[in-house]
């Protein structure tokens, strides 16, 4: 099946710092998700991005859907110690029927926040 | 309280013994899907449903069935477990079968199988 690379695969940082990971793809996504895990617990929707090129916010968060819709960035400003967690990023394949509801998750990224 | 419920939580079997973990939700959502998680690979789509009776294989399908004859279950089946399907599992909805991603997860259910 498709592959997400997502990277770093973990990341060790101080509270107050920030923090920047990406995800790249082999093939073009019409939409961007970011979710985060929390230990023990389902993931959660953090942010969705539907146009190449879209820049969202959601509090501390950023994130883009890159032009070539084959990658997307999160940015976490700030870091305080409740960002720790998984976080993944996920494309829906481009549209064409019989792959509209399937999504492809990427490896996740280990986020460890030191106070 | 709207939620995606998954039973059991915790499952230890043995190879060859047909199991099935259920999936409800309450919020009368059309999508539902599996995933199963395993470290450093992420989560990874096992099948999904756009509606009732209607079902498509995600990523990785084989040695699972599913089906779904009412809106809110959808039942994940392992007709003869093996080892290499120990794995946590997570059922997840989304109101809209348009926009698949905004999901709700359930609480996940960790499998064994020795």
């Known amino acids: 099946g498709q592959q997400l690379n997502q990277s770093p695969q973990s990341m060790f940082i101080q509270e107050g710092e920030d923090v920047s990971m990406n995800c790249t793809s082999s093939?073009?996504?019409?939409?961007w998700l970011w979710y985060k895990q929390d230990p023990g617990e389902g993931p959660v929707l953090l942010i969705a991005?539907?146009?190449?090129?879209e820049l969202t916010s959601n509090g501390r968060l950023t994130a883009q859907f890159g032009i070539t819709r084959k990658d997307s960035f999160l940015n976490i400003s700030a870091s305080i110690p409740s960002d720790v967690g998984i976080y993944f990023c996920?494309?829906?394949?481009?549209?064409?029927?019989?792959?509209?509801?399937?999504?492809?998750f990427g490896q996740g990224t280990i986020l460890t926040v030191h106070p | 309280e709207a939620q995606v419920t998954q039973n059991p939580r915790y499952l230890i079997t043995v190879t060859g013994k047909k199991l099935t973990v259920t999936c409800s939700q309450n919020?009368?959502?059309?999508?539902m899907s599996w995933y199963r998680q395993d470290p450093g690979l992420g989560l990874r789509q096992i099948y999904y449903?756009?509606?009732?009776?209607?079902?498509d294989k995600g990523d990785v399908p084989e040695g699972y069935k599913v089906s779904r004859k009412e809106k809110r279950n959808f039942p994940l089946i392992l007709e003869s477990p093996s080892p290499n399907q120990t794995s946590l599992y997570f059922c997840?909805?989304?109101?809209?079968?348009?926009?698949?991603?905004?999901?709700?997860f359930g609480p996940g259910t960790r499998l064994t199988v020795t």
């Open positions: 997840a909805s989304s109101l809209s079968s348009r926009v698949p991603y905004e999901q709700y």
């Open positions: 093939s073009i996504f019409n939409t």
């Open positions: 991005l539907y146009k190449a090129g």
């Open positions: 996920a494309g829906q394949l481009s549209a064409g029927g019989t792959s509209y509801g399937k999504l492809t």
């Open positions: 919020m009368n959502h059309e999508y």
């Open positions: 449903s756009m509606n009732v009776e209607v079902t």
